[in-house]
């Protein structure tokens, strides 16, 4: 429907009612036509109740008594007058700028009905337009609500620590840095880190998952989501406008904004369909009586049968509703898109390009197999291991000192640290010289064998990242390889799943493109099913790859972390930012923001991509096509105002009926 309430608050924008204008988009946001949203309005509800009532009133006194015409034609007046404003003043700003609209063509159709006297269908038709306004406004609203109903989950008040007690304060005067206590069972009202306490948090409303998740101190938290467990002191990082929450609602209203490729096509169309049925009426109009010695009246009714039925309400609504349920619908399960555009984009794709480390991987290492090959154990060799390497920030040092922990192996913090830049590191430990390193530190110190390069080589094909522990050679001591301990980023339990999946939804081709070795993302992408594997990529070469994958495909996808990825996000057709939650960076550089962590996500928002484009493309059919069959029918004769007004109605209702489908995902 291009039509748009009118609002006393905003009336200098909503008479600019014209289907399609193309400028409205930038003023406002939502599915109509025009750009206006649809705030409920309660004197609009009522005069439409009234003009239904005295239609039903007119329809009494008209079939009551034989001698009620006047009466009849009174009452049908005032329901005309009654459901008039939905209609008059866009008209008159229609005809003001001198650009035909459908709220002219029905006012159009409805003089003429008054004009040969068929008062009952002029009244009918302001009602039932009336009823498809309202159904339309139903529809943003509906809509609408659905995300700014988040915003009601995030508390009003906060328990603030002030002055050596808590304090219930506004969360709008909560300061960043301020610390609030949260009770269990309560919401959290701000964005923060906790800094006591631990607890499970429900994310849902951020994130979309659907188990709880568990928070202790230094864990992000965000306004809206609910503590059910213990009681949290939380660090406020966020000011209450700036929350993860009220981004996410803006951001989205923000995007409906944006017009999607078939939104742009409908305004296009609709631009020269109305003026072209406009003159098509008028020809229908004059043209019989003035040549061919047809009916006057009769014409007249045919011309004004034609303008209701070439109204493209259910044309230009099609299209806007759809995208904003879909894009709703992916926000309340934690999947950001930023505009009809990109959603469109979802449902287009042949092609998805897949970073590594973060994306198909957890993005920890994790210590996967320990191997003796000298006289330690497997226990003394990650106590050794840990011993030097509590000494250093690596992710590899830090991931052996976390299995250590983990295993509950005991370790000395050794002494005499030497960080070996490139190759690894050494310490003492009870007066002796260890070594933890890589492949080339144990090949320089002389204790490389064609057994140790067999065993690092077969480690290595699995993807996983070699550490060597050892005695260092020194004076008498000849040296010797204690063990190897093998260090892997985990592939994501649901990774060859969702790869699976997307080739079910029908994306053609799948890729992994990383900085890693050639040899660990081979692994990796034989775990997961993909068709191509490229490593040893810089951003530059990341870039080159995703531009042929676009240019071969032309829809084509890029999944990273939303920072590193920046170039290929940017090539890409659509740029996919994983596990995001919530950061500047992530929701900026990409399209699209999977808030939480679960590659299942990105499969859900493809689908309903898919399932978004489907709708339209039936809607838009749909449409058309009722518009011709009920053209040709107002043109012969055989249409008139009652079926043609029922036929636009029910065309409306059943496109946006079709299209809030999509809420339900």
């Known amino acids: ?18 289907v399609g204008d193309a400028h409205t988009a930038h003023d406002h946001a939502g599915p109509s036509a025009c750009g206006c949203s649809h705030d409920e309005s309660p004197w609009e509800t009522r005069s439409l109740i009234l003009s239904g009532v005295l239609v039903a009133a007119g329809q009494t006194a008209q079939w009551g008594a034989r001698l009620a015409s006047t009466w ?48 009952a269908e002029a009244a009918s038709v302001v009602f039932l337009f009336g009823v498809a306004e309202w159904l339309e406004g139903w529809a943003d609203r509906r809509s609408h609500r659905a995300i700014e109903a988040l915003l009601d989950l995030s508390p009003k008040l906060a328990l603030v620590h002030r002055d050596g007690a808590y304090v219930e304060v506004a969360v709008e005067d909560v300061g960043v840095g301020e610390t609030v206590s ?56 966020r000011a209450a406008g ?60 045919r011309a004004c049968v034609l303008l209701i039925i070439a109204c493209p309400c259910a044309l230009v609504i099609s299209t806007p509703v759809s995208i904003v349920a879909g894009i709703t619908a992916l926000a309340r399960h934690g999947v950001l898109v930023k505009g009809g555009e990109h959603l469109e984009s979802l449902g287009r794709l042949k092609a998805i390009a897949f970073d590594k480390t973060g994306t198909l991987t957890q993005g920890t290492p994790t210590v996967s197999e320990v191997i003796p090959l000298g006289s330690r154990n497997a226990s003394e060799i990650v106590s050794l291991a840990a011993a030097i390497d509590d000494h250093s920030p ?42 933890v390193g890589n492949h080339s530190l144990a090949h320089e110190l002389g204790l490389c064998s064609a057994e140790l390069e067999r065993r690092i080589e077969a480690l290595e094909q699995t993807g996983s990242t070699v550490v060597v ?29 969702t790869v699976s999946g997307l080739r079910t939804a029908g994306v053609k081709h799948l890729v992994v493109l990383s900085g890693d070795n050639q040899h660990t993302v081979d692994a990796i992408a034989a775990k997961v099913g993909v068709d191509e594997a490229y490593g040893d990529l810089l951003p530059a070469g990341k870039l080159e790859a995703m531009g042929r994958l676009r240019d071969r495909y032309g829809f084509a996808a890029m999944v990273g972390d939303g920072v590193n990825d920046a170039p290929a996000l940017a090539a890409a057709t659509l740029g996919i930012a994983m596990g995001a939650g919530g950061t500047d960076a992530a929701i900026e550089t990409s399209d699209v923001t999977l808030m939480n962590d679960n590659l299942h996500t990105l499969l859900d928002a493809v689908r309903l991509g898919r ?13 058309l096509a009722l518009k011709a069959l009920f053209l040709v029918l107002a043109v012969t004769g055989h249409a008139n105002l009652w079926m043609a007004i029922v036929a636009d109605t029910g065309a409306t209702l059943l496109v946006t009926t079709n299209s809030l489908r999509l809420l339900r995902t």
């Open 1 to 18: 429907m291009s039509h748009d309430h009118g609002h006393s608050h905003r009336s200098d924008h909503c008479a600019c009612s014209e």
């Open 72 to 119: 009849s034609a009174t009452i049908y007046a005032a329901a005309i007058l009654a459901g008039g404003w939905f209609l008059l003043p866009k008209a008159w700003a229609a005809l003001r700028r001198l650009r035909p609209d459908i709220n002219l063509l029905m006012v159009l159709a409805v003089v003429g009905a008054t004009y040969i006297g068929d008062w």
């Open 182 to 237: 949260v009770r269990s069972g309560t919401n959290i009202p701000l964005d923060g880190v906790v800094v006591s306490g631990s607890s499970s948090v429900n994310q849902a409303p951020i994130t979309g998952e659907s188990m709880p998740v568990d928070k202790r101190p230094g864990d992000p938290v965000f306004a809206g989501t609910l503590n059910q467990e213990g009681s949290l002191e939380i660090r406020v990082t």
């Open 242 to 301: 700036d929350t993860t929450l009220a981004r996410i609602v803006h951001l989205v209203e923000e995007t409906q904004g944006r017009k999607a490729p078939s939104q742009r096509f409908v305004d296009a169309f609709a631009r020269r369909y109305t003026p072209t049925v406009t003159v098509l009426a008028l020809l229908v109009f004059l043209l019989p009586p003035l040549f061919f010695g047809g009916s006057w009246t009769e014409w007249l009714y």
């Open 394 to 435: 690596h992710p590899i040092a830090k991931a052996l000192v976390a299995h250590a922990k983990a295993a509950g192996i005991a370790f000395p913090r050794s002494s005499g640290y030497q960080n070996l830049a490139g190759h690894g590191a050494v310490g003492l430990i009870d007066g002796h010289e260890f070594f």
């Open 469 to 497: 522990v050892g005695h260092r050679p020194h004076d008498a001591c000849a040296g010797e390889v204690l063990g190897l301990v093998a260090i892997g980023d985990s592939l994501r339990s649901e990774a060859a799943e």
């Open 611 to 623: 399932r978004t484009l489907a709708i339209i493309r039936f809607n838009i059919g749909f449409a």
